[in-house]
């Protein structure tokens, strides 16, 4: 049986989100009620794209202003919505004390609610695979839903950098857990790892988004060396949302269960470039050079790093076999990021004639 009824409400954070904006399209799409929780209802900025889908004319799609640091503002909202999910980003990633604190103000307007009964918490393959040693990488290559980063390593300390954002993510997921346990079997809450996350934007503001904005960056002309030459490990926006909505519906899983959405596909930044060529030559794209900012001492670790990097296994079996996710290849996503970059964009590309 599934643990929210088909059409019911959905309430989602993070609404107006490069991810969260799919979800919410992604719920209306498959017949649900939606209450998009976003920090400023009156920015339209950042919200025009959701009151411009078909769901917010009728009244199926709702929007709501709600700050998670501020404690009880969720109450009302999620009162009669049957799934949540959470969707949005927390403030600050480097306090963990501040990352339970905000955690605990869902968690207790999903209690208060006393009719939600399955919550999706927005995790991130960091929570997976971001190591503090990428030695660490070496040791334990596969890379599913068993595999934590090591937290016995001295070096996992929130402050440094990518540390304190996994650890916030395997924290909220075990917070979340913990208090759905503890709820005696009233709501369970499930986690969705997503990967590097592809595809097209819904808003102009979403082109600063981690991804498209390096997209971007390319089509005007300059970009960025990833970090470590970690190569991208992408899943398609539109298949998160997806693995997102099938989370909330999915009766045969349960609270505390992490399902990674990534399509296993790998391409360094340099290759994601060139395949903006490859997979539209009618645009006539100057293809820049990559810029390497790191310093020498990094640089001289290229070959190493890159081959570290190449000997990870990711695996998406546990969301293809019970979830039933199939993953839209990377061209399609690159492709579609492009297009909507120049549409909903207005980037300005950089053309071989200009
Ligand atoms: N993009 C990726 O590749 C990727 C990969 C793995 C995991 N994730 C996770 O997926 C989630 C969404 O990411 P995204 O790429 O969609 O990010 P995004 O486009 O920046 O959207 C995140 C949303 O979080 C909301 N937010 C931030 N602080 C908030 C607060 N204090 N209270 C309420 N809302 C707050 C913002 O709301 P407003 O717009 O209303 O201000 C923003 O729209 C995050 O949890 C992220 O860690 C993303």
Request: include cysteine; charged fraction near 25%.
């Amino acid at each position: 049986m599934s643990p929210i009824p088909k059409g019911g409400t959905v309430a989602v954070t993070g609404a107006a989100g490069f991810i969260g904006g799919w979800v919410v399209r992604q719920l209306l799409d498959e017949g649900y009620r939606v209450r998009a929780c976003v920090r400023d209802a009156n920015d339209e900025s950042r919200t025009a794209f959701l009151t411009a889908m078909p769901g917010f004319v009728s009244g199926r799609l709702t929007l709501h202003s709600a700050d998670l640091d501020h404690e009880g503002c969720f109450d009302a909202i999620f009162k009669g919505c049957h799934g949540v999910a959470h969707v949005s980003h927390v403030s600050n990633y480097t306090d963990m004390d501040y990352v339970s604190r905000v955690c605990g103000h869902i968690i207790k307007s999903v209690d208060n609610s006393s009719s939600v009964t399955r919550v999706v918490v927005t995790s991130s393959t960091a929570a997976v695979i971001s190591e503090a040693d990428i030695y660490e990488l070496v040791r334990r290559p596969v890379c599913n839903e068993d595999r934590y980063p090591d937290e016995m390593s001295p070096k996992r300390k929130a402050e440094r950098p990518g540390q304190g954002y996994s650890m916030g993510k395997v924290l909220a997921q075990n917070m979340f857990a913990d208090a759905a346990a503890e709820s005696g079997g009233t709501w369970e809450a499930v986690t969705c790892c997503p990967g590097d996350n592809v595809g097209p934007i819904l808003s102009a503001h979403q082109q600063l988004g981690a991804w498209q904005q390096h997209i971007k960056k390319m089509l005007e002309g300059e970009y960025m060396q990833n970090a470590a030459y970690r190569p991208w490990m992408t899943v398609d926006v539109r298949d998160t949302a997806e693995q997102h909505v099938r989370m909330l519906e999915n009766g045969e899983i349960g609270n505390g269960e992490r399902y990674i959405a990534w399509s296993t596909e790998t391409r360094d930044v340099e290759d994601v470039c060139a395949s903006i060529s490859r997979l539209l030559p009618e645009l006539d794209f100057d293809e820049p050079e990559v810029t390497d900012p790191f310093p020498d001492h990094i640089k001289a670790r290229e070959g190493e790093l890159r081959s570290i990097w190449q000997g990870l296994d990711l695996r998406n079996d546990r969301a293809r076999s019970i979830l039933g996710m199939e993953f839209i290849p990377l061209d399609v996503s690159i492709r579609d990021c492009v297009e909507s970059l120049l549409t909903v964009g207005g980037v300005q590309i950089k053309r071989s004639r200009s």
